[in-house]
């Protein structure tokens, strides 16, 4: 028999070929690994009918595997395989997406960013652009990333998407395209004010929106339309804090979360391929490595919070208590339970350092705003409009 791709001969084992159907067709239920085994064996002799399902099972033994080089393995020979189905076939394009996201996945996970970085690059040639763009801003590539946002969005993916807008914009704005980056960023504002009229969005998710785009705008010295910004979101939540949200929501802290640890960027350090960072501006999709070496900032953090304690530098110290608490909405902020009861001495203990610094009305103004969006994040609407009002009146909006 001819080998269907190399065209040589092929010497096939009828024994093992038996023991696969049999283990197939047999009454008991084959488990994950046997069924890798026999599809494996079936794969050469019959590939049309057998290398589907057997990227389908590898993928689904990746699944139970607690091992990651086991995991990179798997997804190594089931994207593979994957490369083996014949163009056209059905669920193709979707075996090899779903086959080439594990291995990037399991990649990045050991530490291999060179060859992940690689996968993700012919997971964008299948059609799925997300993971390459997010390797690349945390590698600080953002202007290229942010062309792969635009691409998405031109083949399709809806623009008011809240994932898709925020990563594109914060891709822009990495890249040091501020105006672009508001453009983007006014579009999805836009629609969210829409649907939030129509009750199709909840009230909290604007006023996350608001706030975050009068940062955008102050970032870049425009008071006046970080002002206006702050208005508006004042405004929302008036009547959050009279009338709370017309409909009631599913759990919205993603949201919260994206915008709150976006806010953060720019007190971490740049971005480099040598050195990356996480893709903020996106929930999902951070390399396991960069997350684990992000969160793994932390005790560091607070070691150099407790020297900044004892030297009674407050202004640094605010500022590295703000870093810790962006780790811990990474790490467990879009648990709810026990939501605010986990959170509010993060917020509560911003705001009193910073309320110790008399002559720094900039560095209460954000910790005071940080703590009213969280509030809403908890639903707890007044707080957030006592806050956010204080924060306002301190900034003079002019």
């Given at each position: 028999m001819r080998h269907?791709?190399?065209?040589?001969?092929?010497?096939?084992?009828?024994?093992?070929?038996?023991?696969?159907?049999?283990?197939?067709?047999?009454?008991?239920?084959?488990?994950?690994?046997?069924?890798?085994?026999?599809?494996?064996?079936?794969?050469?002799?019959?590939?049309?009918?057998?290398?589907?399902?057997?990227?389908?099972?590898?993928?689904?033994?990746?699944?139970?595997?607690?091992?990651?080089?086991?995991?990179?393995?798997?997804?190594?020979?089931?994207?593979?395989?994957?490369?083996?189905?014949?163009?056209?076939?059905?669920?193709?394009?979707?075996?090899?997406?779903?086959?080439?996201?594990?291995?990037?996945?399991?990649?990045?996970?050991?530490?291999?960013?060179v060859e992940g970085r690689a996968i993700c690059a012919e997971l964008a040639e299948a059609g799925r652009s997300k993971p390459l763009a997010s390797v690349l801003a945390e590698e600080g590539c953002f202007r290229e990333a942010a062309e792969l946002d635009e691409e998405a969005a031109r083949n399709g993916i809806p623009e008011h998407s809240f994932w898709n807008m925020v990563r594109w914009a914060a891709n822009l704005e990495g890249a040091g395209l501020h105006d672009a980056a508001s453009t983007v960023f006014r579009r999805l504002l836009e629609e969210t004010r829409r649907e939030a009229t129509e009750q199709r969005t909840a009230l909290a998710i604007l006023t996350w929106?608001?706030?975050?785009?009068?940062?955008?705008?102050?970032?870049?010295?425009?008071?006046?339309?970080?002002?206006?910004?702050?208005?508006?979101?004042?405004?929302?939540?008036?009547?959050?804090?009279?009338?709370?949200?017309?409909?009631?929501w599913s759990c919205i802290l993603g949201w919260w979360r994206t915008l709150f640890v976006l806010s953060g960027r720019a007190a971490e350090p740049a971005a480099s391929p040598e050195s990356p960072m996480p893709p903020f501006g996106t929930e999902l999709g951070w390399s396991r490595d960069v997350r684990d070496g992000f969160l793994g900032m932390l005790p560091g953090l607070e070691a150099e919070a407790a020297r900044l304690r004892e030297a009674d530098r407050l202004p640094k110290l605010v500022d590295v208590q703000r870093r810790i608490s962006i780790r811990a909405a990474v790490r467990e902020g879009a648990r709810p339970y026990l939501f605010e009861e986990r959170f509010t001495p993060y917020f509560d203990e911003g705001v009193t350092l910073a309320r110790s610094l008399p002559d720094n009305p900039a560095r209460l103004a954000r910790a005071l705003t940080d703590r009213s969006m969280f509030f809403v994040a908890a639903r707890s609407f007044e707080p957030a409009r006592a806050d956010f009002a204080e924060a306002v009146a301190l900034l003079h909006d002019r």
């Open positions: 269907p791709e190399t065209g040589g001969m092929v010497t096939i084992d009828h024994d093992a070929v038996l023991r696969a159907r049999v283990r197939l067709l047999g009454s008991g239920r084959p488990s994950r690994a046997e069924l890798v085994g026999a599809y494996r064996v079936l794969a050469e002799v019959s590939p049309k009918a057998y290398v589907p399902k057997l990227v389908d099972a590898l993928l689904a033994l990746r699944y139970e595997s607690r091992d990651p080089k086991v995991d990179v393995a798997l997804a190594a020979e089931a994207s593979q395989a994957a490369r083996r189905i014949e163009v056209g076939a059905p669920n193709r394009a979707e075996r090899l997406r779903r086959a080439l996201d594990a291995y990037q996945a399991s990649l990045f996970a050991l530490g291999r960013r929106e608001l706030v975050h785009f009068s940062r955008m705008r102050e970032t870049v010295g425009d008071g006046a339309g970080a002002a206006v910004a702050r208005r508006e979101a004042l405004s929302v939540l008036e009547e959050l804090a009279t009338t709370g949200e017309p409909k009631n």
